[in-house]
């Protein structure tokens, strides 16, 4: 079993878990985009339970049904719940002690991605979430 462990860039806030996440993926929506001053995030989903947390992350709800969570001391972006899946969570794969762990599988939002920072990996690339059509 592998353990994930990660946290923000002054150790403020941590997380650990056992589980193994059940999607990781580029994100190249304008939201993830501004939340982490980056033209595309990697971001895994994971079931909360198990999942646990140290230090007291910041929340800000980024739209009607979706909240951010960062660190309030450093401000590392690192975990996005929605109020549609709330036993999942997910986090910000760079955020992990050691990211090689976690490599992402899709891209999603590939539609929405900034014409200058190319996309030239073999990876399926979705118009939106998952389940859209992929472009």
């Known amino acids: 079993m592998t353990v994930l462990e990660g946290g923000c860039m002054c150790g403020g806030v941590r997380y ?5 996440p059940l999607r990781s993926v580029y994100c190249h929506c304008s939201q993830c985009r501004k939340w982490n001053g980056a033209p ?4 895994a989903q994971i079931d909360r339970s ?3 947390i140290t230090g007291t992350p910041a929340t800000y709800r980024s739209s009607a049904s979706a909240q951010r969570q960062f660190c309030p ?3 590392g972006s690192l975990f996005y719940l929605s109020d549609e ?3 999942l969570i ?3 794969v760079a955020t992990l002690d050691d990211p090689e762990l976690v490599p992402p599988t899709a891209h999603i939002f590939a539609a929405d991605g900034l014409s200058w920072s190319r996309i030239d ?3 399926p690339k979705h118009r939106a979430w998952l389940d859209t059509e992929e472009i």
């Open 90 to 92: 997910s986090f910000m």
């Open 73 to 75: 001391t450093c401000g």
């Open 50 to 52: 198990g999942f646990t």
């Open 16 to 20: 650990r878990t056992e589980a193994k």
């Open 40 to 43: 595309a995030i990697v971001g």
């Open 85 to 87: 899946t709330p036993d």
């Open 121 to 123: 990996d073999n990876l």
